[in-house]
C-alpha cells in the first residue's frame, strides 16, 4: 500500500504534465467557436454526396465556382489573420456574422487591454476542401476543411518581447469552416475573391460594428447578399 501510492500520485502528475504540454503546443491566434481537437484530416464525409449536392448547387447558381469559392475562403482566412495581428478587427467585419464577428472583437480586446499583440506570420495554406453542403431552412451553408501552417507567438507591445509561444516553430492548425447565404442568393460574375465593395449599393466597404453599410445601410454580414463565416473550428492543432 505504501509502494502504490506514490506510484499511483507520480502516474497521475505525469498525465497532467503531458495535458499541459498538449495544450501549450497549439495556436494563440483567434480560432473561433469551438475547439474540439481531433486526429489530422478531413472531418468523416461522403466525396459522392457532397458532389452531387454541389452539382445542385451550381445548378441552382450558374455562377458559382468551386475553385473560385476557395480562393475567396483562402483569401479571407489570410485577411482574418492580418486583421487579427493588427488588431483592426473592423476590417473584416462583412467577413463574419454578428455573433462569431462579436466574438473574435471581443477576444481581441484582451490582447488589447493587455498590451499584447498576437503576432501570425509565414501563414501557409496546405489544403483547403469543400466537405459538406446543407440547406437549413432559408440558410444553405458549406463546410470548409482547411489545413494551415504558420508561426504563431505573443509579443509585449512596449518592451517586444515574447512572452508566450516559439517565433521558430511552425504550427500546424486544422479548421473547420462554415460559410453561410441566403437560400436564392446567387453569386455575381464580377465577384472577386476578396471583398473591397458593398454587394448591394457597390460602394467602396466601409462597414460599422452592426455590419451595415454606411452607404446604403444595407447589412451585408447577414448571408443576404453573400457568404459570411458563422464557424471556424480548430479540429486539430501541432
Known amino acids: 500500500m505504501l509502494f502504490f501510492i506514490p506510484f499511483l500520485f507520480i502516474l497521475i502528475v505525469i498525465i497532467v504534465i503531458v495535458m499541459i504540454v498538449k495544450r501549450k503546443g497549439g495556436s494563440t ?119 494551415t501552417r504558420f508561426k504563431d507567438y505573443v509579443i509585449d507591445d512596449e518592451t517586444k518581447k515574447v512572452v508566450e509561444g516559439d517565433p521558430h516553430r511552425e504550427n500546424y492548425m486544422e479548421y473547420l469552416l462554415v460559410m453561410a447565404r441566403k437560400k436564392g442568393v446567387m453569386t455575381k460574375v464580377e465577384q472577386n475573391t476578396t471583398v473591397s465593395t458593398c454587394p448591394n449599393c457597390g460602394a467602396n466597404v466601409s462597414i460599422n460594428a452592426s455590419g451595415e453599410c454606411e452607404y446604403c445601410g444595407s447589412v451585408v454580414s447577414n448571408g443576404d447578399f453573400d457568404w459570411v463565416l458563422t464557424r471556424m473550428d480548430v479540429i486539430s492543432q501541432s
Open 29 to 147: 491566434s483567434y480560432s473561433g467557436v469551438d475547439e474540439d481537437y481531433g486526429e489530422e484530416g478531413p472531418p468523416d464525409h461522403d466525396p459522392a454526396q457532397v458532389s452531387a449536392a454541389l452539382d445542385e448547387l451550381k445548378a441552382r447558381d450558374e455562377n458559382f465556382s468551386e475553385d473560385m469559392f476557395i480562393s475567396r475562403v483562402n483569401n479571407m482566412f489570410i485577411q482574418l489573420q492580418e486583421a487579427w495581428q493588427e488588431k483592426d478587427w473592423k476590417k473584416v467585419r462583412p467577413f463574419e456574422s454578428d455573433e462569431l464577428f462579436n466574438m473574435h472583437a471581443k477576444q481581441l480586446q484582451d490582447y488589447i487591454r493587455a498590451n499584447q499583440t498576437n503576432i501570425v506570420a509565414e501563414i501557409a495554406i496546405l489544403k483547403t476542401e469543400i466537405v459538406g453542403c446543407h440547406e437549413d431552412g432559408a440558410t444553405e451553408s458549406l463546410d470548409i476543411y482547411m489545413r
